[in-house]
Structure formats: structure tokens, C-alpha cells
């Protein structure tokens, strides 16, 4: 009995030094420096004006610990992946999520530090070309293609 007291005030007293950070940003592209913590559950909520891919580096900048980063889509909190890792100062892990479509969607960041420490986060959104662009660039190189083709029958054929 006196063992499930005491882990219920550990518990607690984790979660009290707990500062939960919340993040609201119009663009996938940003950039977030904590304070020092021991324990972190940060969540950054963003909007995707098109279609995307995120490019998320997440980085131990003082102490040492353990980060976990999950990416979630925010209409339905589905979990579309994310990473885990663990160190001291300098220890990054990147994640790149590729074919994101136009939306709202969350980062969560959950870890903690031994002693008190930080992180960042950096995310950059990328626009994926829509298939209609794709295929009017191909057109354009193509038609660049047949003309140096032309050019080059017509000069062969004059000398």
C-alpha cells in the first residue's frame, strides 16, 4: 500500500514540473526553442495551405534525454509516424512525412531531461508540384526537346 502512495506522488510530482507548451502556427514551416524542463508534452498545431512535405529536425541542445515526436493529422488524430531518440547535447534525429495533403495537423513532443534541459524543433513545408504542373513541365521540356531536334536536322541538312 505504502509502495502505491509513493508512486503516485512521484508521478505527480513529474507531472508538476511538466510545462506543457502549445503552438499555434499558420504555416508547416517553424521553428521552436524550449526553455529548460524536466519533463516536456509540447504540441504544435499547423496548417498545410497545399499540398506538402515536412522536413522535421528535432535536436537535444542542453543535458541529456529522451524525445519522442509524433505527427498527427488533427481532423481525425490519426498518427501518420514520427521518431524516437535519446542523448546528450547535439544529438539531432531528422524525419521527412512526404505526400502530407492541404490541412490542419499536430506535432506532439513528449521526453524528459536529466538534470533540466532543452530542445528544438525545426520544421520546413515543401509544396509538392500537382500532377496537372508536373505534366505541363514535361510538355515544355519535350517541346524544347523536338525543337533542338529540328534545328539540328535542318543545319545537318544545309552543310
Known sequence: MNLKRYLVAALAAVAL???AFVGNYTEGSFS?????Q????????????APSTLQTTLEITKSSGILGLGLFNANDNSYLGGLLFGG?????????????????YYYGVLGGFFPKGSYSLQ???????????????LM????????????????????
Open 38 to 49: 524536466f519533463v516536456v508534452a509540447d504540441v504544435f498545431n499547423f496548417q498545410l495551405s
Open 88 to 104: 546528450s547535447s547535439g544529438t539531432t534525429a531528422t524525419q521527412s512525412f512526404a505526400n502530407l495533403s492541404s490541412g490542419n
Open 17 to 19: 514540473h511538466a510545462n
Open 123 to 137: 520544421s520546413a513545408a515543401t509544396a509538392v508540384p500537382e500532377p496537372a504542373a508536373l505534366v505541363l513541365a
Open 32 to 36: 521552436y526553442n524550449s526553455g529548460k
Open 140 to 159: 515544355g521540356v519535350g517541346g524544347l526537346a523536338v525543337a533542338a531536334r529540328r534545328k539540328r536536322k535542318s543545319s545537318n541538312a544545309v552543310g
